[in-house]
């Protein structure tokens, strides 16, 4: 089966595109390069012996998205490219709803013309906001704080809508939490433009020396250790998570809504002392005051996805930050 797979050559793109080969299926890449590098194609390479078909270009391009669907017959669609950065969205929401919202319908207005019925989409656990208590299965009420998750939802919602004008659709979205890791042999991992958002890729950069320190924002959170507690999850078993729901939702139609996640909180503290073990040191710290909108804790209630899909997390926190600093170690600066 020929996958068109957009925002390929990101960090979840490319490692989902990796299971994808090794699953014997074959993804088409279309990437703008905005927030990742081609340099990536080589490693895929590298992992799987096969270079996949690879097209720069931007979701939002009608012409384009219909000419590789026709071109390639493409039969189904993991939709990545987007725009991911909470505070640039608070900052830049117009940029975000036409890059995330405006670009998925096109797409999908794309695959409607040229009969293509499967969408596998990547969303967010953002969605839920602050709605409910930890854990979160999918049945809790969305309200997204912010204009990066509020564009994820826009999308799920006219996914939605769209089944229920063509019963013929599959569309499937994977709300994720905290994705982490970098595969084991250390030639794919996150590299991130510019200063890290998240926690992972800054305490990689510490171990190597790009950043001074690790700030931790606030430590009086009502929380086992005072820190702030996440659903990390090693971006493996969720690229396993994408071949899982492609395998299900292919032929079967409808609106389907699973939470991707470990089932399992992990704090600040937690992931500071475990990467701290993996690279054989002590990391620097600094304490900082809590950031605006940030959550105590949360993490997923992964258990539709077990029951429904067979799949469920299986790396530890230990796994994620030996292959983080497997792969920082082996490429300080990230991609060339």
């Known amino acids: ?28 890449i279309l990437d703008s390069l905005v927030n990742s590098k081609a340099s990536v194609l080589g490693r895929i390479e590298q992992i799987t012996k096969h270079r996949p078909p690879f097209i720069v270009g931007d979701v939002r391009d009608a012409s384009l998205i219909e000419k590789i669907l026709a071109e390639h017959k493409i039969e189904a669609v993991i939709h990545f490219a987007g725009l991911k950065a909470v505070g640039e969205s608070v900052a830049q929401p117009l940029r975000y709803y036409d890059n995330n919202v405006h670009g998925s319908v096109v797409l999908m207005q ?40 509020r564009s994820k939802l826009m999308v799920d919602q006219i996914m939605a809508d769209l089944t229920l004008a063509d019963p013929t659709c599959s569309m499937t979205s994977l709300r994720y939490f905290n994705p982490v890791g970098a595969h084991p042999s250390g030639q794919m991992g996150e590299d991130p433009q510019g200063i890290p958002n998240n926690l992972m890729p800054f305490l990689s950069q510490v171990a190597v020396g790009r950043r001074e320190s690790l700030h931790i924002y606030g430590n009086d959170y009502d ?4 820190t702030g507690v996440r659903d990390y999850i090693h971006v493996s078993d ?29 704090s600040v503290l937690d992931m500071l002392n475990a990467f701290g073990k993996a690279c054989g040191r002590q990391l620097p710290h600094t304490l900082a005051p809590r950031r605006p909108g940030d959550l105590a804790a949360y993490w997923a209630d992964p258990s539709h996805a077990l ?30």
């Open 110 to 149: 794309g695959m409607q013309k040229c009969g293509v019925k499967t969408l596998v989409f990547s969303s967010s656990a953002t969605v839920y906001g602050n709605s409910s208590a930890p854990p979160w299965n999918e049945q809790v009420p969305t309200s997204p704080a912010n204009p990066y998750g």
């Open 223 to 226: 929380t086992p250790d005072g």
């Open 238 to 266: 969720l690229a396993n998570g994408h071949i899982a729901a492609l395998a299900y939702a292919h032929g079967c139609a409808g609106h389907h809504v699973f939470n991707l996640g470990s089932g399992h909180g992990h």
């Open 307 to 336: 029951s429904t899909l067979g799949w469920h997390a299986e790396k530890t926190i230990d796994d994620m930050c030996q292959d983080t600093w497997r792969w920082q170690s082996q490429n300080p600066n990230g991609y060339p």
């Open 1 to 28: 089966m020929k996958i068109l797979v957009t925002g390929g050559t990101g960090y979840i793109g490319s490692h989902t595109c990796v299971q994808l080969i090794e699953q014997g299926w074959q993804p088409v």
